[in-house]
């Protein structure tokens, strides 16, 4: 009989709740979460909180930040779970590394060189292992694309043309929350595209080599909102009378995971969930296009943008056979930042609309079913979670799991991408962070 193996948390913001959700009924004869790790205790009090009124669990050993190292003696936890802000991904993986745990880390895996380095040298050192969470890989309707190049529906892949947008509600969230300062995330084009590189990169099969960039911030912020003649003289939206018809605004005090996890812990933190997205300081662009050359030779446009009037993707990948296309379009009834609460309500939504036809090179183009499935990001959540906390799960022949090298490939885009916009030259992949071939 296997033995259950052993979890810790370190980062209990909103998207920590997919986790401790999981460990603690689905896939509790599995695995036991054994504690919980974060710099706010009111944080963490509130998820135990939840665990008693909901499953009547008596509440996990917590630890503040600087305790994480007490906490992986005292709990002997097998695998580290962290989810973190972006910036600080990096010191939980080595530190646990250090002390004998394997690690899963939400994406991005980080957001900087250095950072990068260092993740590296301690698997090196330690010879534990790293997973990154690319939960977008188990979408039913992304995997029936990965289903279908593996079949060689377009032959050689040879360009890879792909757009993303982010709405006003989703794409605003990212202005309103840490996200905003570069420092902190990397950009969207490290915290939020890292997903849409990886899909890339797993989809066609190859790691880029260079990369080009150009980006803006041309729609959040102040300058841009006075270039509108709009005037916005509070910092956060909170109790605020003058946001209450502001379309921007979020109210922290609308949910009880807002309030709990973020308004209340205000005080230990120092962190404000909800600040004006026509605010200062914002440090991070909102409109971006990519180009990127592949090592199997294909090329990538790739363009974000966090301010549009609808949320989906389009994406069209033409190869020497044929080209397949899908549209997506996403339901948002819901907050959807990365980091935000999985409460059963908020993970229920599936895509609006699907559509995915393959073109034949020389034949009539048809259609393909887009299967969606319930849970969140597009019915990928409960896959993903399921093939991580199972000790035998089903087979992948997609190959879903990805590594640290994985993680690296997709960050390395966002990484040379920001150098590009910053230097305006194309940037060479193997002269900042030359990948294992």
């Not at 812990?265 to 662009?285: H, K, S």
């Amino acid at each position: 009989m296997n033995q259950r193996k052993r979890y810790a948390i370190v980062g209990t913001g909103g998207r920590a709740g997919l986790y401790i959700e999981a460990l603690t009924t689905t896939y509790a004869a599995a695995g036991e979460l054994v504690a919980l790790c974060d710099l706010s205790q009111t944080r963490m009090a509130w998820y135990n909180a939840q665990l008693a009124a909901r499953l009547d669990l008596a509440p996990l050993p917590t630890y503040p930040a600087d305790a994480f190292e007490r906490m992986i003696q005292e709990r002997r936890p097998d695998t580290v779970i962290v989810a973190t802000m972006d910036s600080t991904h990096h010191d939980y993986i080595t530190r646990a590394m250090a002390l004998g745990c394997d690690v899963i880390t939400e994406k991005p895996m980080t957001t900087d060189l250095a950072k990068l380095r260092a993740i590296f040298a301690a698997i090196a050192a330690t010879g534990r292992s790293l997973r990154v969470t690319f939960n977008y890989r188990y979408a039913p309707a992304y995997t029936r694309l990965r289903e279908l190049l593996i079949s060689g529906v377009v032959g050689r892949p040879l360009l890879v043309d792909f757009s993303w947008l982010l709405d006003t509600s989703h794409g605003a969230d990212y202005f309103r929350r840490w996200h905003r300062e570069k420092a902190n995330s990397g950009g969207l084009l490290v915290h939020k595209a890292t997903h849409h590189f990886d899909l890339v990169n797993w989809w066609i099969g190859s790691y880029p080599r260079s990369v080009f960039a150009l980006g803006a911030l041309s729609f959040y912020g102040k300058e841009n909102a006075a270039a509108r003649g709009e005037a916005y003289a509070y910092h956060r939206y909170t109790n605020e009378p003058a946001a209450a018809q502001d379309p921007f605004a979020l109210s922290l005090t609308s949910q009880d995971a807002l309030k709990g996890l973020y308004l209340d812990a205000e005080a230990e933190t120092g962190y404000l969930r909800d600040r004006n997205v026509f605010g200062e300081p914002i440090t991070i662009e909102d409109t971006m296009a990519v180009t990127a050359r592949y090592a199997n030779g294909a090329l990538l446009s790739y363009c974000l943008v966090a301010y549009s009037p609808w949320e989906g993707l389009r994406v069209a990948i033409t190869g020497d056979k044929g080209r397949v296309e899908m549209d997506i379009e996403e339901n948002v009834t819901h907050l959807q930042g990365d980091d935000e609460a999985h409460d059963a309500a908020a993970s229920k939504g599936s895509f609006k609309a699907a559509r995915i036809r393959v073109f034949p090179m020389f034949g009539q183009p048809y259609a393909v079913d887009a299967p969606a499935g319930d849970g969140g990001h597009g019915g990928a959540d409960p896959v993903m979670l399921e093939q991580i906390f199972l000790p035998d799960p089903p087979p992948d022949p997609f190959g879903r799991a990805a590594s640290h090298i994985d993680g690296a490939a997709s960050v390395l885009v966002g990484i040379a991408a920001n150098e590009a916009m910053r230097t305006g030259q194309l940037v060479q992949i193997d002269e900042l962070f030359p990948l294992p071939r």
